[in-house]
């Protein structure tokens, strides 16, 4: 499966962004779905996941009653919607997929595919 993250952008603190995830070449509805970020220097971490079919979520504590993530598996998109967002959050943000394993996956090296990622930029 192919990926597409997109939605990345320069915001204000405080502000909001929806990035978006687009999948082609297999099932999407097969596989979980998670988003990562990296701010330099620093190493990939675990920021949200939702399973394949949609039915559970999953956050990283720092993002938890800002972030929210979802899926539309008729368009092959998965979203993570970024609030209140604050000058840590500045990263670049990674979709991934799984296409199977436990739930919930954290660790960036269990999913097989990735997106080329998409610029979030919060300034204070």
């Known amino acids: 499966v192919q990926l597409q993250a997109s939605g990345g952008g320069l915001v204000q603190a405080g502000g909001s962004l929806r990035l978006s995830c687009v999948a082609s070449?297999?099932?999407?509805?097969?596989?979980?779905v998670g988003w990562f970020r990296q701010a330099p220097g620093k190493e990939r971490e675990f920021v949200a996941a939702i399973r394949y079919s949609g039915s559970a979520t999953y956050y990283t504590e720092s993002v938890q009653g800002r972030f929210t993530i979802s899926r539309d598996n008729a368009k092959n998109t998965v979203y993570l919607q970024l609030n209140s967002l604050k000058p840590e959050d500045t990263a670049v943000y990674y979709c991934?997929?799984?296409?199977?394993?436990?739930?919930?996956?954290?660790?960036?090296?269990?999913?097989?595919?990735w997106g080329q990622g998409t610029l979030v930029t919060v300034s204070s």
């Open positions: 991934a997929a799984q296409a199977s394993g436990i739930w919930p996956q954290l660790k960036p090296d269990r999913y097989g595919y």
């Open positions: 070449g297999r099932t999407f509805s097969y596989y979980t």
